[in-house]
Nanobody, 121 residues
Framework: QVQLVESGGGLVQAGGSLRVSCAAS????????MGWYRQAPGKQRELVAA???????DYADSVKGRFTISRDNAKNTVYLQMNSLKPEDTAAYYC???????????????WGQGTQVTVSS
């Protein structure tokens, strides 16, 4: 079994900053890409940022220059530093990871339970 546990969400005023973290644990051989998605009420889940095991990153246009994704491979943890937050960033943020389990060669996608980020105007 593999678990992804997010932490660090909360309520912040517009212009403020938050950092969310996601730690993967369990029967893990390796983790390929890790990423953050978000889903606002009534909207589809969208990719916010992703990072490969080698550190290559990708961002949604709406967060470029404001959000930074990073990871600690030794801790199987991915972070999302969010600066200059806007009310439209309000959403549930979900961690995603492509995990190769111990004793397997196949990659499986895992999701965290989500953490709420609310930005007040």
């Amino acid at each position: 079994q593999v678990q992804l546990v997010e932490s660090g969400g909360g309520l912040v005023q517009a212009g403020g900053s938050l950092r969310v973290s996601c730690a993967a644990s369990g029967s893990i051989s390796s983790i390929n890409s890790m990423g953050w998605y978000r889903q606002a009420p009534g909207k589809q889940r969208e990719l916010v940022a992703a990072i490969t095991s080698g550190g290559i990153t990708d961002y949604a246009d709406s967060v470029k220059g404001r959000f930074t994704i990073s990871r600690d491979n030794a801790k199987n943890t991915v972070y999302l530093q969010m600066n200059s937050l806007k009310p439209e960033d309000t959403a549930a943020y979900y961690c995603n990871a492509g995990v190769v389990r111990l004793g397997s060669w196949k990659e499986y996608a895992y999701w965290g339970q989500g953490t709420q980020v609310t930005v007040s105007s």
